[in-house]
């Protein structure tokens, strides 16, 4: 870790909400990848909550990664509302893996109160134009299944994802809500009576792939499903178009 903390309050994370961001210095930093190297490490998994809270600080820890000369990558993604540029096209040299960052949702009502994000799909946007215009791979992750989701707002989430795809070439990450013991997300669906069953804590990721945990009547699991996999069907055919003569 860089840093420990978030000040967000993403109903789905597992991390505690609104914690005060506490961040190594960028020398101290350094030390650590010294030490990293000398026991032959060359590759750094960093679980920030949120690595680039303070974008000039975020510059700094780009300099002092690329100067470590190891390959790394942020486990929970980047917000995108506190990506710059330049920091997108430095990280061809530093970064080893894709850039990441999360839209959650391509609705604005959904966003502000049901996920908490505090970001808009208009920022995730201008990172994937950034990432294009500098030939940066990018992911974006998405998810659906919220409980007071309606089908209006979950295909405002997967036109987002296919419109990034298709226009800027960055790729989706989907997946479905997943009410993790603890979070705010769990407490809301099984208040709301919308949990199938309450989650085996130990059999999560299965839930995050594809087996919904939340099922509300405007939104039922079985078309949560149904909807990653039409989104999945229209990246493979814009991956591999196809021409027909007649």
């Not at 990848?33 to 590759?43: I, K, P, V």
């Not at 917000?79 to 710059?84: G, N, T, V, Y």
């Not at 987002?160 to 795809?165: D, M, N």
Request: charged share 25%; glycine share 6%.
């Amino acid at each position: 870790q860089t840093s420990r903390g978030c000040p967000y309050r993403c109903t789905f994370c597992a991390s505690l909400p609104g914690q005060t961001h506490r961040a190594w210095s960028p020398a101290a930093l350094a030390q650590h990848l010294r030490f990293y190297r000398e026991l032959g490490a060359s590759t750094l998994l960093l679980t920030d909550e949120v690595m680039n809270l303070d974008p000039e600080r975020f510059t700094a820890v780009l300099e002092t990664l690329r100067e470590g000369n190891l390959r790394w990558t942020p486990v929970n993604g980047l917000r995108a509302d506190r990506l710059r540029k330049e920091h997108v096209s430095r990280f061809g040299f530093c970064l080893g893996f894709n850039l990441k960052v999360s839209a959650e949702s391509g609705d604005e009502t959904l966003l502000r109160d049901d996920v908490r994000k505090g970001l808009g799909p208009e920022d995730v946007e201008r990172v994937a134009r950034w990432a294009a215009e500098a030939q940066e791979p990018l992911q974006v992750h998405y998810i659906l299944g919220f409980p007071t989701e309606t089908i209006a707002q979950a295909n405002q989430t997967l036109a987002l994802a296919a419109r990034l795809h298709e226009d800027h070439g960055a790729a989706p990450r989907a997946q479905v809500a997943t009410p993790v013991p603890g979070t705010a997300l769990h407490r809301e669906a099984r208040e709301r009576g919308v949990l199938r069953e309450e989650p085996d804590r130990f059999a999560l990721l299965a839930s995050f792939v594809g087996d919904p945990q939340i099922d509300p009547p405007q939104l039922p699991a079985r078309l949560q499903t149904a909807l990653l996999r039409l989104l999945r069907q229209r990246v493979d055919q814009a991956r591999d178009p196809g021409l027909l003569l007649d």
